[in-house]
């Protein structure tokens, strides 16, 4: 089986994210790294786009969700993502690296890195 990836780079996004009062009640931008597993072999020889991984179509759902969404955590925004991507994308893997810039100062970001795979447990075990 082949290792391909597709991928995503700095995708930036203006998000209400944050545990303090003033957070809340702004947008902040926040900034994602994607690496999807994908097998590019039939893509690559019917040029395709859907038998590729569509990275546009997948850019506009993690937008669409972020901008609506009110997390307080950056560790359950990035869950929600990857669920995102694993399931309404049949990804079998993807790793994502969420940052928050500017959260720290003299820090450029902080965030989070997980990597998923579809059928794994995403989120708390009961």
């Not at 040029?47 to 506009?60: F, G, P, Q, R, T």
């Not at 009110?70 to 560790?75: N, R």
């Amino acid at each position: 089986m082949p290792h391909d990836i597709v991928f995503i780079e700095d995708l930036r996004i203006d998000t209400i994210i944050g545990i303090y009062d003033w957070e809340r009640e702004i947008k902040q931008t926040i900034a994602l790294d994607i690496e999807m597993e994908a097998d590019n072999r039939k893509p690559a020889s019917t040029e395709d786009i859907d038998d590729a991984l569509n990275y546009k179509a997948v850019a506009k759902s993690l937008i669409a969700f972020t901008e609506k969404s009110q997390f307080q955590l950056v560790e359950t925004l990035a869950e929600r993502l990857v669920e995102i991507i694993l399931n309404d994308f049949d990804v079998p893997w993807c790793r994502l690296k969420l940052s928050k810039l500017g959260a720290v100062t003299g820090s450029r970001s902080v965030g989070v890195i997980i990597e998923r795979s579809r059928g794994q447990n995403i989120g708390m075990e009961s």
